[in-house]
């Protein structure tokens, strides 16, 4: 998976390929008071400014037509807490980065998502998330955080130094400054027991509740046109140690789930008409396997097959009924959907903005390989996922706006005068938070 990637004449192009940038210029600062000087730089030639990471988001939220700053010099550690158990990085750090430095030291994040190039500062902004009975996303496990507001000043909050900021710039959307800092819980690093294995879409949705109850940690990804999902359960363990093998990871993660994989979109891409014959293979293809291992190795996986995505978090008690809706409308539509359906969860957390502030959440996500046209699947799932007061992934692609916002999230309120107050001037605006957040 590349990072943010810069084409001819300055353009900036996400890792989708669905949203293209023309800043009229560039920065890439290698302290926060750089950055500080190239905020109030900004104000003084009248731009808007921008921070992007590795570009993963498939909206527009990063998308920069002032000022956009590459944070990639603002990475490492900045310092480890082991009495209060907390690490502070830097926010152009990359998951990756921050996953094996942790684990050098014995330490872990409690919970995460299943890629991890994003910089910690997009991935948390935007409200990336794994999956998780009571653990929640990786915003969620914030501790405190530094940002540069609109007038070029350095702002540091927590649950007691700025705690209305801290509530809401967990995940900020990049509307409320520039993140130069976070920092995280952590806790002595564990092993976890994942077991893979397929089975049938009427057994999950039957005993969704009790696969839940049961596991630490349950997500399934389920292959439209069969009758067929792939489980995966995760949960703490004792040990020994015991990793998938080096040539079975290779041919699994990589050879299948990449690489023919890889091929299949290709194929169903050029022949739609192959499409479903291609998904009961595809959902075949891997067989059950249980290992162990150290967190990040067991939540992560590498994901090189570009698409786009759509994600919405709908109350955990409505997922039965809006995947099966989900499931009828494919069938009775007839589209032709190369890419599983992935669900997941998370508990009700209390970040202003988070998908799942406030209550217990399932996640579906709909994906189309990158060149396929997704409008007519993304738009008829969104009318289902709507309909079950579903709040889109804010880095995924979605039609909601402000009003619609104002409606999902109680709290929408806080968040837009927090933003008044700290950007009265919209420095941070850009088209696509004008249609999100208001103007």
């Known amino acids: 998976m590349s990072s943010t990637a810069s084409g001819k004449n300055g353009t900036w192009r996400n890792w989708g390929g669905n949203v293209v940038a023309r ?62 158990m907390t690490v502070t990085v830097e926010a152009g750090t990359p998951l990756k980065r921050l996953n094996m430095a942790l684990a050098r030291e014995g330490l872990s994040l409690t919970n995460m998502g299943d890629i991890m190039e994003q910089t910690v500062s997009g991935a948390t902004s935007t409200g990336t998330h794994g999956t998780g009975r009571d653990s929640a996303s990786i915003a969620a496990q914030i501790k405190g955080l530094e940002l540069v507001t609109a007038d070029g000043s350095v702002l540091s909050c927590s649950e007691r130094e700025n705690p209305e900021v801290f509530a809401a710039a967990r995940i900020g959307l990049g509307a409320l400054g520039v993140v130069t800092a976070i920092t995280f819980a952590v806790e002595p690093e564990f092993l976890l027991t994942a077991r893979e294995e397929p089975m049938p879409l009427d057994r999950v949705l039957a005993d969704f509740d009790q696969l839940w109850a049961e596991n630490e940690h349950f997500e399934f990804y389920w292959f439209p046109h069969t009758g067929n999902t792939n489980t995966k359960r995760n949960n703490r363990s004792a040990g020994p140690e015991r990793p998938v093998g080096q040539v079975a990871g290779w041919f699994e993660d990589e050879f299948l789930s990449n690489g023919l994989f890889q091929v299949a979109q290709w194929v169903g891409r050029a022949a739609p008409v192959t ?151 919209r420095r941070f605006q850009n088209d696509h938070l004008r249609r999100v957040l208001g103007p």
């Not at 104000?43 to 998308?63: I, Q, Y």
């Not at 998904?279 to 067989?287: D, G, N, P």
């Not at 409505?318 to 995947?323: E, N, P, S, Y």
Request: positive net charge; aromatic residues 8%; charged residues 25%.
């Open 23 to 84: 800043p009229a210029r560039e920065v890439t600062p290698a302290s926060v008071e750089e950055l500080a000087s190239a905020v109030r730089r900004a104000a003084e030639d009248g731009l808007t400014v921008k921070a992007v990471g590795t570009g993963h988001s498939f909206t527009a939220v990063a998308a920069a037509d002032g000022v956009l700053v590459r944070p990639h010099l603002l990475t490492g550690i900045r310092r480890i807490d082991r009495d209060a």
């Open 275 to 425: 499409v479903p014959a291609i998904a009961r293979i595809s959902s075949r293809a891997l067989s059950a396997r249980t290992y162990t291992d150290i967190p990040y190795k067991v939540f992560t996986s590498p994901r090189r097959v570009r698409f786009v995505e759509m994600e919405y978090a709908v109350p955990r008690a409505a997922l039965v009924d809006t995947l099966r809706e989900l499931k009828s409308m494919i069938d009775r539509a007839g589209l032709r959907i190369s890419f599983p359906v992935e669900v997941r969860t998370a508990p009700a957390d209390d970040i202003t903005l988070s998908t799942a502030s406030g209550r217990d959440s399932a996640y579906i996500a709909i994906h189309m390989f990158r060149g396929t046209p997704y409008q007519a699947y993304f738009t008829a799932a969104e009318r289902i996922f709507t309909a079950h007061e579903g709040r889109p992934h804010w880095g995924k692609v979605h039609t909601r706006d402000a009003a619609y916002f104002a409606e999902a999230y109680p709290r929408f309120g806080e968040f837009t005068a927090l933003r008044n107050r700290l950007d009265p001037d």
